[in-house]
Structures are given as C-alpha cells and as structure tokens.
C-alpha cells in the first residue's frame, strides 16, 4: 500500500462546477498538508498549506483536513478553464522530506 | 515565494552521457532539493543539497549516478551520469526558506534519453 494514494483522473467537470479532488494516507505521523497546481510543461506551484485538522479558505479554494478519517480534499468553487491543471497533494510529518500523491488530473470545459 | 529558475528546461542526450542541471534561486534559501518526476509516477526525492558538503540522497539513490553540488545558499547543480533510457523524466528543484515548512518548485528540466 503506497503511503498516499490519489485518484489520477481524469476528471472533467464543466465550467462553473465545483470541483473537489482528494487523497487518502495512512501515515498518522502526517501534521502538514498540501495542495500544488502543475501547468503542462511547468513546475508545481503550492495553491494550499494546511497544519493538522480543519478547514483554510483562499479565494475559490478550500482545504479540508480529516485526520481521524486520514482523508485530505481541496474544494474549487467556481471552476474554470484555467483550473485545467494536475493537482498533487503532499504531507510531512515535520521533516524537509514531502510524501507526494501521483496528482489528479483535472479538466474544465468551457 | 523565491523565484527560482532551471537550467536547461529540457534536453534530447544520448546514453551513455552526462547532464549537468542548474538551479538558481533568486534570494538565499536554508534547504534546497532535487526531485524527480515520472510519467505516471509520484514526486520522488532524489536528495539534499547541503551548503558546503556533500549531499544526503535518499534511497535508492547514489552520488555516483547523480553527484550535486551546491557552492552557496542559492546555486545548485545536478548532474545525471552515465544516463540511460530510464533517465527520462522531469527533474525538478525545489527549496525551503528558513522557519518554513513548505517548498517551492523550480519550472523543471525535461530530460529525454535515446
């Protein structure tokens, strides 16, 4: 079992929708959490940081962590087209070294 | 955030040679590291590359296959050796800044090997 499991996608949701992509873990050692957008041909770009439990907002995206349920999501409101993009989450326990998720590839239509 | 910039963005080599990838970060940085990334695949750290000694690979990893060096806190080099097929792959530079848990990509270098 890998240590992060994502859903690769991909998924492709109309413009307009909300979109919430997720990924489970089984290390509970995890404390911090986060969310990159990747461009085609770009490097990862950190869209969300969360430390421990609940809920962080910013703008059309929102972060929510279970760590009872060791189940992480980001939330888009409002998608559009230049939402198209692979979303990868990672975890740390603390330490420099991230746990990354494969990365799920999203599509909004326009 | 830092800026950070790579080069070259991406390559065509033969097997059998070496590639030397630089980063450049636009201001001084505690933590800088090498990643790779294979279609399909997870980010996988390859290692550390520590300010004036010699850097901490991770597993399955070896200096001699992917020496780094890093002169100061905002210069680093990768060098992918002897390089096979199995090479190709994005590899990405990433960094920490002091009293910071989160890091920060460069835009990557594309590498292909024939």
């Known amino acids: 079992q890998k240590e992060v499991e994502q859903d690769p996608g991909p998924l492709s949701v109309p413009e307009g929708a909300i979109v919430s992509l997720n990924c489970t873990y089984s290390?509970?050692?995890?404390?911090?959490f986060m969310w990159y957008r990747q461009y085609s041909r770009k490097g990862p770009e950190l869209l969300m940081y969360?430390?421990?439990?609940g809920n962080k907002e910013d703008g059309r995206f929102t972060a929510q962590v279970d760590k009872s349920s060791k189940y992480i999501s980001l939330f888009i409101r409002d998608s559009q087209p230049s939402d198209s993009a692979t979303y990868l989450c990672a975890m740390t326990s603390g330490t420099y070294k991230y746990i990354f998720g494969t990365g799920t590839r999203l599509k909004v239509l326009a | 955030s830092a800026v950070i910039s790579q080069k070259p963005s991406r390559d065509i080599c033969q097997r059998g040679t070496s590639l030397t990838i630089q980063c450049q970060v636009d201001s001084q940085v505690t933590m800088m590291f090498w990643y790779r990334q294979q279609p399909g695949q997870s980010l996988t750290l390859i290692a550390t590359a520590n300010q004036g000694s010699e850097a901490t690979y991770e597993s399955g990893f070896v200096i001699d296959k992917f020496p780094i060096s890093r002169p100061n806190l905002t210069f680093s080099t990768l060098t992918v050796s002897n390089m096979s097929p199995e090479d190709s792959s994005i590899y990405l530079c990433s960094v920490r800044q002091g009293g910071q848990e989160t890091q920060y990509f460069g835009p990557g270098t594309r590498l292909l090997v024939l």
């Open positions: 290390n509970s050692a995890f404390q911090y």
């Open positions: 969360t430390y421990s439990s």
